[in-house]
């Protein structure tokens, strides 16, 4: 399945990646016989129109604007339907959530966030998440989920 590109300059033009990422959907729902309505689209492309986090009630809040949906647990339940399916994930100390850049892969959540500019880039590593089993293992625990989240300075950020 094809990665939604995934840049992190303050410039980037975010509609390249919302097209990757409801074409990816697009096809995932299609194979898996799932309904991708209007809504959940709306969603995701909400929340991959910017590398930022974004909270549930900015989210019902724009599209209340929109007039797509006003109540919590609308975008609540499309907010579940698509991290249930691997469309995007939740920062979990920001109660946020991010697009996914391998949509549908089994894979573990590791974040790199910006506290200058928020952005949250996520990282491919299954040398840290075999890290992590291994030490835990060691001491007899079963690790079933991870997510790591790590908080610094991006690369731009720095430059500027």
Not at 35 to 54: C, I, N
Not at 103 to 122: K, S, V, W
Request: glycine share 8%.
């Amino acid at each position: 399945m094809k990665k939604p590109a995934k840049q992190t300059s303050h410039e980037h033009d975010h509609a390249h990646c919302i097209d990757d990422a409801v074409t990816a959907a697009e096809r995932l729902c299609a194979a898996k016989g799932l309904r991708f309505t209007p809504l959940r689209k709306r969603v995701l492309e909400l929340v991959w129109s910017s590398h930022k986090p974004v909270g549930a009630y900015a989210l019902l809040d724009q599209l209340r604007s929109e007039e797509l949906g006003s109540a919590p647990p609308t975008v609540y339940r499309a907010l579940d339907f698509l991290i249930e399916n691997g469309l995007i994930h939740r920062i979990e100390r920001m109660n946020a959530f991010v697009g996914c850049s391998h949509p549908g892969e089994t894979h573990r959540g590791f974040f790199l966030i910006c506290g200058d500019c928020g952005n949250a880039e996520e990282l491919e590593s299954d040398g840290v998440a075999n890290s992590i089993a291994a030490s835990a293992s060691r001491r007899g625990f079963t690790a079933r989920d991870m997510t790591l989240e790590v908080t610094g300075t991006c690369a731009d950020c720095q430059r500027a």
